[in-house]
């Protein structure tokens, strides 16, 4: 059973850093991709970015890239998502996803798997 589990939430300050942390487990990972979404009150589920387990390669949304970096630990069998110059319209829910099939797709309903979500709250 897959499970997906995300760290590293909480309230920041505007322009202040957040590393959330997803640890994976209960599969190989090596042909998954994985997403980080987030979801503010009252909006759509947004992609933010994402990695490919083999090979290592990135893509971002625009809203956040050059702020944003997702890396992975292959030993630790997780990923993060490093948030830099962190502004207040970064505020929701952040979610870890996992994509069987190894394809980046910016659509949530794409994702096979889901985290519970961890709050990150930027104030201005």
């Known amino acids: 059973q897959v499970q997906l589990v995300e760290s590293g939430g909480g309230l920041v300050q505007a322009g202040g850093s957040l590393r959330l942390s997803c640890a994976a487990s209960?599969?190989?990972?090596?042909?998954?991709?994985m997403g980080w979404f987030r979801q503010a009150p009252g909006k759509e589920r947004d992609f933010v970015g994402a990695?490919?387990?083999?090979?290592?390669?990135?893509y971002y949304a625009d809203s956040v890239k050059g702020r944003f970096t997702i890396s992975r630990d292959n030993a630790k069998n997780t990923v993060y998502l490093q948030m830099n110059s962190l502004k207040p319209e970064d505020t929701a829910v952040y979610y870890c996803?996992?994509?069987?099939?190894?394809?980046?797709?910016?659509?949530?309903?794409?994702?096979?798997?889901w985290g519970q979500g961890t709050q990150v709250t930027v104030s201005s």
């Open positions: 996803a996992a994509e069987r099939g190894g394809s980046v797709r910016s659509n949530w309903a794409s994702y096979d798997y």
């Open positions: 209960g599969r190989t990972f090596s042909s998954y991709t």
């Open positions: 990695v490919r387990w083999s090979g290592g390669s990135t």
